[in-house]
C-alpha cells in the first residue's frame, strides 16, 4: 500500500517537474502531430461556424487554414476547438490549442498580463447594440434603465458599464456564459437591449425568431480589433501566425487572388515574385517552405475572396467592407511588405 | 485508554531498532508526509515558475483593481462599476449565500411536506408524493434549471405588458416586482412590538410548559404566539398613526420600475435547487420516520394520543436522529448545486468570480484557490452547525 502511495506521489511529482518543459517551440509540435488545434467560437455565422455537415467556415476559420496551408501545405490540416469566451484565453495558455482564433478583441491587458501575443487583426469590429424596433429607440443614448443581455468574460461587459456610466444613465446587466443563451434571453424579452460586436449583432440577428423585428442602433461605443492570438514567449511561431494573416491581406493588394495565383506566379513585379516564393528565402526565415503564401492563396484565397465569401454584402450578414477596406481604398487595413 | 508502554528499563526483550514496529511506523509516516510536502512544493514552485515564464501576471494584488463591470443583483453588498474585484468577491459570496439559505428553507419545507405525504394512508397524496419523487429526481439538475428559466419563467408576459395583481405589484418575463415598504418615523416600534411579541411567545412556551408539567393542564401556545406576533405590530402600526407605506412599481420605458424585484435568474435557480433538492430531502424523511418501530405509534394511540401529536411528539423527535447526518450531506449538495447559477446568468459566486473576474484579470490560480477555499469553508461551517444540531438531538444516554 505504502508502496503504491509511494509511487503514485513520485510520478506526481515528476510529471509536475516535467510539465515545464511541455510549451516552447509551437511549430515543431504542430509539425510532429500533423495538424493545427485552432480554437474558434461555438458558432459565429461569418466568423467561425459549423455547416450542416460539420465543416467548420468563416474568417476566423480562414486564418487557422492559412496558418495550416503555410505549414503544411494543406488547408485542410486543421482540428477546432469550440470555445466558450470564458474559457478560450485558459485552453490557449494551457496549450490545449495552439492558436485562438475567434473574434478576440486585442486589448493591452490580455497582451500583456494573459501571457499572450496578438498576430494582428483580420476584423476591426465596434461594439453596438440590438433593440426591438417596437421599442421606438433610435439611439443608444435613450437606452437609460434598459436591461442589456451580454456575454460574461468579455470586453462588451466592461464597453456597456463605462458607456453607461460616462453618460450617466441606468441599466441593468444581464450576462450568460454562452452567446446561444444571451440570444435565447434576448429574443423572449428577457432584456431590451442585446449588445456585442457589431459584426456578431448582424450575425446573430439571424438566429432571433424574427430578425426583421431587430434594429441594430447607430452607435459604435468602443475599438474592437479582432485577431488571432498565440501564447508569448514563443516567437517562431507568432511570426507564422502574423504573417499567415499579412500574406492574405497582401495577396489582396497585389491582386493575387486563388483563381489567378498560378498566372501570378509568372508575373514580372517583385512583390508578387516574393509573395509567392519565387524570389527570396521568406518561408525558411518562418520555418516552412518557400511557396507558404502560394498555398495560402490557392487554398483559402486572399483576404477580400475570404470576407466577400463569408460575411460580405452577398451573404446572409451582408456586412460592407467599411474599415476592413484596403488602406489603399479608404479602409485602413495595412500589412508590412514582404521583403 | 491504555497507557504506552515505555521500554526502556522495564526489561522488555531488545529489538533492533529497524525491526521495532513502532519506529518503523514512525518512519514510514515522516517520509510519507515529507513526500506529500515535497509534491505540494513542486506543484507550487513549477506553478509559480511557469506562469512567471509564460509571462502571466501573479499575486492578490488584482483584488484592489477596478472591476469595471456591471452586476444586476447585489441586495445586500453595495456595488458600482467602480468597486474593485475584492468588492465583487463578496457580490458573488452574498448571492451564493443568499441563494443557499433561500434553498435549502424551501427544500427543508417541501422535502418534509413530500416524506411525510410518502406516507400517508391516503391513496392519492402518497402517489402524487411517489411521482413527485420519481420526476424529480431521474432529471438532471441543470436540465431542471433550464427548464424552469428557459421553458417556464419565459411564458410569463413581456416587460410592457406585465400581469398586474393589484396591491400584490407587477408579474413579467423580467421578475417579480412586489410593492416595497417605505417606513417613515415612528416605524420603528413597530419592529420592537415584533421583538416584543417573539420573545413573549418564548415565555409563554416556556410557561405554558412547566404548568403542564405541573397541573397536566394544557394551554394552546401556537395560536397565542401567532396573535402576539401578528396583533402586537398592528396594534403598533395603528397606534402610531399608520408610518409604513408601499411604494407600488410603477411602468416606464423599459418595464415597471421601482418596487422590490425578484430577478427571474434568482427565482428559476431557486425554484429548480429546491425543488430537486426536496425529493432528496423526502426520501430521508420517509426512511427516517420508517425507521421508528411501528410499536411506538401503537404505543401512543394506546396512550389516547391522537394521530397529529404522535406524529409531532413521538415519532418526528426520533427519527430527527436518523434524518440530520444525511439531511446534512442535502444541504452541502445544494450548496454547492448553486454555482450551476452561471448558465442561467445568476451572479453567483462562480459566474462573477471564478467566471468574469479570471477572465478579466487571467489570474486562474489565485481565482479558482480563493473560490475553491471559499466553498470549502462555506461546507465545513455548515457540516458544523448540522453537527452541532445532531448533537443537541441525539439520544441522551443516562
Known amino acids: 500500500m505504502t508502496k503504491t502511495i509511494l509511487s503514485v506521489a513520485l510520478g506526481l511529482t515528476v510529471a509536475g517537474l516535467l510539465a515545464s518543459t511541455a510549451s516552447a517551440a509551437t511549430l515543431d509540435d504542430v509539425k510532429a502531430k500533423g495538424f493545427i488545434q485552432c480554437g474558434v467560437s461555438q458558432g459565429l455565422p461569418g466568423f467561425s461556424n459549423p455547416d450542416d455537415q460539420g465543416n467548420w467556415t468563416g474568417v476566423d476559420v480562414d486564418v487557422c487554414r492559412a496558418m495550416a496551408a503555410a505549414v503544411f501545405g494543406d488547408a485542410s490540416k486543421v482540428k477546432y476547438t469550440p470555445l466558450s469566451a470564458k474559457e478560450r484565453f485558459t485552453a490557449l495558455q494551457s496549450g490545449e490549442i495552439d492558436v485562438l482564433s475567434r473574434n478576440t478583441t486585442w486589448t493591452m491587458t490580455r497582451d500583456t498580463a494573459l501571457g499572450l501575443n496578438f498576430a494582428g487583426v483580420n476584423y476591426y469590429d465596434g461594439q453596438g447594440f440590438m433593440v426591438r424596433k417596437s421599442l421606438g429607440v433610435a439611439s443608444a443614448l435613450e437606452l437609460s434603465g434598459a436591461s442589456v443581455c451580454t456575454n460574461t468574460g468579455t470586453t462588451t461587459e466592461l464597453n456597456v458599464a463605462d458607456y453607461f456610466r460616462a453618460n450617466k444613465m441606468e441599466y441593468e446587466i444581464v450576462a450568460f456564459e454562452k452567446s446561444d443563451e444571451v440570444v435565447a434571453a434576448y429574443d423572449a424579452g428577457r432584456c431590451d437591449v442585446y449588445t456585442t460586436d457589431q459584426s456578431g449583432l448582424y450575425a446573430n440577428r439571424l438566429k432571433l425568431t424574427n430578425p426583421d423585428e431587430h434594429v441594430v442602433l447607430p452607435e459604435i461605443i468602443s475599438k474592437e480589433p479582432l485577431g488571432p492570438v498565440v501564447r508569448q514567449g514563443d516567437d517562431q511561431w507568432f511570426n507564422l501566425a502574423k504573417w499567415s494573416l499579412n500574406a492574405m491581406i497582401n495577396a489582396e493588394e497585389l491582386g493575387v487572388t486563388s483563381e489567378n495565383v498560378d498566372e501570378m506566379a509568372n508575373s514580372d513585379n517583385p512583390e508578387i515574385k516574393r509573395l509567392l516564393g519565387k524570389e527570396g528565402e521568406f518561408g525558411a526565415a518562418i520555418g516552412v517552405s518557400n511557396d507558404w503564401a502560394y498555398q495560402i492563396v490557392k487554398q483559402v484565397g486572399n483576404y477580400g475572396e475570404s470576407f466577400e465569401r463569408n460575411i460580405g454584402v452577398n451573404t446572409p450578414l451582408e456586412i460592407k467592407r467599411g474599415l476592413n477596406q484596403l488602406w489603399s481604398k479608404g479602409g485602413i487595413l495595412y500589412a508590412p511588405p514582404i521583403r | 485508554m491504555t ?269 429548480a435547487l429546491s425543488l430537486y433538492t426536496a425529493n432528496y430531502i423526502g426520501e430521508i424523511v420517509r426512511a427516517g420516520i420508517m425507521a421508528i418501530s411501528h410499536g411506538q405509534t401503537e404505543a401512543a394511540h394506546a396512550l389516547g394520543i391522537r394521530s397529529g401529536p404522535t406524529l409531532r411528539l413521538v415519532v418526528i423527535p426520533q427519527a430527527m436522529r436518523v434524518i440530520i447526518p444525511p439531511l446534512t450531506n442535502q444541504y452541502l449538495n445544494l450548496t454547492k448545486n448553486s454555482s450551476l447559477a452561471v448558465a442561467i446568468a445568476y451572479p453567483d459566486l462562480v459566474s462573477v468570480f471564478a467566471g468574469t473576474t479570471l477572465n478579466q484579470t487571467g489570474q486562474a490560480v489565485e481565482v479558482l484557490l480563493m473560490t475553491m477555499l471559499t466553498y470549502l469553508a462555506i461546507s465545513l461551517l455548515t457540516s458544523l452547525l448540522m453537527n452541532w444540531f445532531n448533537a443537541k438531538m441525539a439520544l441522551v444516554e443516562r
Not at chain 2, 441586495?75 to 475584492?86: A, H, K, L, M, Q
Open chain 2, 3 to 271: 497507557v504506552a508502554d515505555t521500554p526502556v528499563g522495564t526489561g522488555a526483550p531488545k529489538v533492533a531498532i529497524f525491526n521495532d514496529p513502532k519506529v518503523r511506523g514512525a518512519a514510514i509516516q515522516i517520509v510519507l508526509i515529507a513526500l506529500i510536502a515535497f509534491l505540494i512544493y513542486g506543484m507550487v514552485s513549477n506553478a509559480a515558475t511557469n506562469l512567471a515564464k509564460a509571462g502571466i501576471a501573479s499575486g492578490f494584488g488584482f483584488l484592489n483593481v477596478t472591476a469595471g463591470f456591471g452586476i444586476n443583483i447585489s441586495p445586500f453588498v453595495e456595488y458600482s462599476e467602480t468597486s474593485t474585484y475584492g468588492r465583487v468577491f463578496l457580490v458573488g459570496l452574498q448571492n451564493t449565500l443568499v441563494i443557499s439559505i433561500a434553498g435549502i428553507f424551501f427544500a427543508t419545507i417541501i422535502g418534509f411536506i413530500v416524506g411525510v405525504a410518502r406516507l400517508s394512508s391516503n391513496w392519492v397524496i402518497a402517489k402524487l408524493a411517489y411521482a413527485y419523487v420519481e420526476i424529480m429526481r431521474n432529471i438532471p439538475l441543470l436540465l431542471w434549471i433550464f427548464i424552469w428559466y428557459f421553458s417556464v419563467l419565459r411564458l410569463l408576459p413581456s416587460k410592457s405588458d406585465p400581469i398586474n395583481l393589484g396591491p400584490f405589484g407587477l408579474l413579467n418575463i423580467a421578475g417579480y416586482y412586489a410593492p416595497k415598504a417605505v417606513f417613515a418615523g415612528g416605524a420603528g416600534w413597530i419592529g420592537i412590538a415584533l421583538i416584543v411579541a417573539i420573545v413573549a411567545s418564548f415565555v409563554l412556551s416556556f410557561w405554558a410548559k412547566r404548568r403542564q408539567l405541573a397541573t397536566g393542564e394544557q394551554f394552546p401556545v401556537f395560536w397565542t404566539s401567532v396573535a402576539m406576533i401578528v396583533g402586537l405590530p398592528l396594534i403598533a402600526y395603528f397606534l402610531t398613526g399608520m408610518p409604513v407605506s408601499f411604494e407600488l412599481p410603477t411602468a416606464s420605458r423599459f418595464g415597471p420600475k421601482g418596487g422590490a424585484r425578484i430577478y427571474p435568474e434568482f427565482l428559476g435557480l431557486l425554484l
